[in-house]
């Protein structure tokens, strides 16, 4: 069985620049969440994918925004960089239950 | 006030200890209430699941609910050194959750 995967690891943009960062969730999984992680802090709920729908949403703004896949996957789009953005982003899959698996996460970095 | 609170520690024992990992929390709505490590620079790992009030045992750890003072906490048996991590706790009423800031355990040789 595989596990939550995200890419890429590491990435570095500069402010205003927009990023798109990927996750394919764990088999048989088809619900997919997003957080931000700020360092030294938990992860904050960005928005949840169930079905290709949107299925929930924090408070971050509409620069933030998504796409899941027909095979479950998902993206993560962020617009017009702030460097406030700088942070570890996480991926988690989950079926009809509340667990939530997370994936390794994207470090990054706004200059 | 924030939903969740979690003592941010640092928190240091010596190999063997009892470790006490603790959030309150103030949103009546949350029902399920997990427990993740979290190693440096590393996604969260899933450590203990629970839903009712009481206590549920998985090898070393114990998660321990308490709805009624909103309180939960995870207990370590016989720490090793492997354990030394970032907990968070966390809890949701709908799908999604709700972390607190994480507790940074060391346990030392």
């Known amino acids: 069985e595989t596990g939550v995967t995200q890419s890429p690891t590491h990435l570095i943009k500069t402010r205003g620049q927009q990023v798109t960062l990927r996750c394919s969730s764990q088999s048989g999984h088809n619900t997919v969440s997003w957080y931000q992680q700020a360092l030294g802090q938990g992860p904050q709920f960005i928005f949840q994918?169930?079905?290709?729908?949107?299925?929930g949403r924090g408070n971050f703004p509409p620069r933030f925004s998504g796409l899941q896949f027909p095979n479950y996957s998902s993206e993560l789009n962020v617009n017009a960089l702030e460097l406030d953005d700088s942070a570890l982003y996480l991926c988690a899959s989950s079926s009809e239950g509340h667990e939530q698996f997370f994936g390794p996460g994207t470090r990054l970095t706004v200059l | 006030q924030k939903e969740v609170e979690q003592d941010p520690g640092p928190l240091s024992v010596p190999e063997g200890a009892i470790v006490s990992l603790n959030c309150t929390y103030s949103n009546s709505a949350f029902q399920y209430f997990m427990w993740y490590r979290q190693y440096s620079r590393k996604g969260p790992e899933l450590l203990m699941y629970t839903y009712s009030s009481g206590n549920k045992e998985d090898g070393r750890f114990t998660a321990q609910v308490d709805k009624s003072s909103k309180y939960i906490s995870l207990f370590i048996r016989d720490s090793q050194p492997s354990d030394s991590a970032t907990y968070l706790c966390a809890m949701n009423s709908a799908r999604q959750l709700t972390f607190g800031s994480g507790t940074q355990l060391t346990v030392l040789p």
């Open positions: 994918y169930y079905r290709e729908e949107e299925n």
